[in-house]
C-alpha cells in the first residue's frame, strides 16, 4: 500500500514565525500536491510538483512556499504565518499519468496548523 | 477555468437504504476524469471510485456506483445497502489529463448514516 506521511497531526504556531509542514511518499511517486481543506471550502490546490526541483503554483499559493530536493519529500514552508493560514493541510502523491491512464492521488493524515 | 459544485452540504440515509449524492461540474476539455473521495472523520481521504470521461459506462465499485450524464456535466454518486461505516465526507473532483493531474475539488457533502 502507498503511504503518506505527514509529519505531524497537529500543530499550534505564533503569528510570524516560519513554519514548516513535511510530507514523505514511499511509492517512488512523480508527483505530489499540497492543499488546504476548510469548512465549506473544499480543498484547494496550494502548489504541486512533479520532480525533483520542480514546482508549480496551485490555486492559492499566496503566502507558501515548497521545496522538494529529494524526490520522497515535499515541504510546505509558510514564511510569515498569519491567522487566516490557521487550517487542515493536506499532502498527496501520484504517479505520472501513463498515456491516458490516469493515475489516482494518494493523501495522507492531514495537519491540524493553527496559527495563534 | 473548472469548477465542481456539490449543493448538498448534509446527506442522511438510514442503514440499508440508498442514497445519492450530487455533483455537477464546468469544463470546456473533452477528456478528463472524475472521482469522488471518502473521508471518514479524523482519517485519511481515500478513493471511492472514478470515471473517465470518454467512457460511456458508468463506473461500479461493489456497492458505489455514478451516473455520469457527459453533456450535463452531471456525475452523481450512488451508495446502495449504506453502511455505519459509509458515514464520511464525501468529495467530488475533476482533473484533467496531462503529466501531474490536477484535482478540482466540491466544498463536500457529510453523510450521516441513521440506525
Known amino acids: 500500500d502507498v503511504k503518506v506521511t505527514q509529519s505531524s497531526r497537529y500543530l499550534v504556531k505564533r503569528t510570524g514565525e516560519k513554519v514548516f509542514l513535511e510530507c514523505v511518499q514511499d511509492?517512488?511517486?512523480?508527483?505530489m500536491f499540497w492543499y488546504r481543506q476548510d469548512p465549506g471550502l473544499g480543498l484547494r490546490l496550494i502548489y504541486f510538483?512533479?520532480?525533483?526541483?520542480?514546482?508549480e503554483k496551485g490555486d492559492i499559493p499566496e503566502g507558501y512556499s515548497v521545496s522538494r530536493e529529494k524526490k520522497e519529500r515535499f515541504s510546505l514552508i509558510l514564511e510569515s504565518a498569519s491567522t487566516n493560514q490557521t487550517s487542515m493541510y493536506l499532502c498527496?502523491?501520484?504517479?505520472?499519468?501513463?498515456?491516458?491512464?490516469?493515475?489516482?492521488?494518494?493523501f495522507g493524515d492531514g495537519t491540524r496548523l493553527s496559527i495563534l | 477555468a473548472q469548477t465542481v459544485t456539490q449543493s448538498q452540504p448534509e446527506m442522511s440515509v438510514q442503514e440499508a437504504e440508498t442514497v445519492t449524492l450530487s455533483c455537477t461540474y464546468d469544463?470546456?476539455?473533452?477528456?478528463?476524469?472524475l472521482f469522488w473521495y471518502k473521508q471518514p472523520p479524523s482519517r485519511q481521504m481515500i478513493l471511492v471510485i472514478r470515471?473517465?470521461?470518454?467512457?460511456?459506462q458508468n463506473a461500479t465499485e461493489n456497492r458505489f456506483s455514478v451516473n455520469f450524464q457527459k453533456a450535463a456535466k452531471s456525475f452523481s454518486l450512488k451508495i446502495s445497502d449504506s453502511q455505519l461505516g459509509d458515514a464520511a465526507m464525501y468529495f467530488c473532483?475533476?482533473?484533467?489529463?496531462?503529466?501531474?493531474?490536477?484535482?478540482?475539488f466540491g466544498t463536500g457533502t457529510r453523510l450521516q448514516v441513521t440506525l
Open positions: 498527496a502523491s501520484s504517479q505520472s499519468d501513463r498515456e491516458l491512464s490516469n493515475q489516482p492521488q494518494h
Open positions: 469544463t470546456s476539455e473533452s477528456d478528463y476524469y
Open positions: 473532483a475533476y482533473a484533467t489529463t496531462g503529466t501531474a493531474s490536477k484535482l478540482t
Open positions: 470515471q473517465e470521461a470518454y467512457k460511456q
Open positions: 510538483s512533479y520532480d525533483v526541483k520542480m514546482k
Open positions: 511509492m517512488d511517486h512523480e508527483n
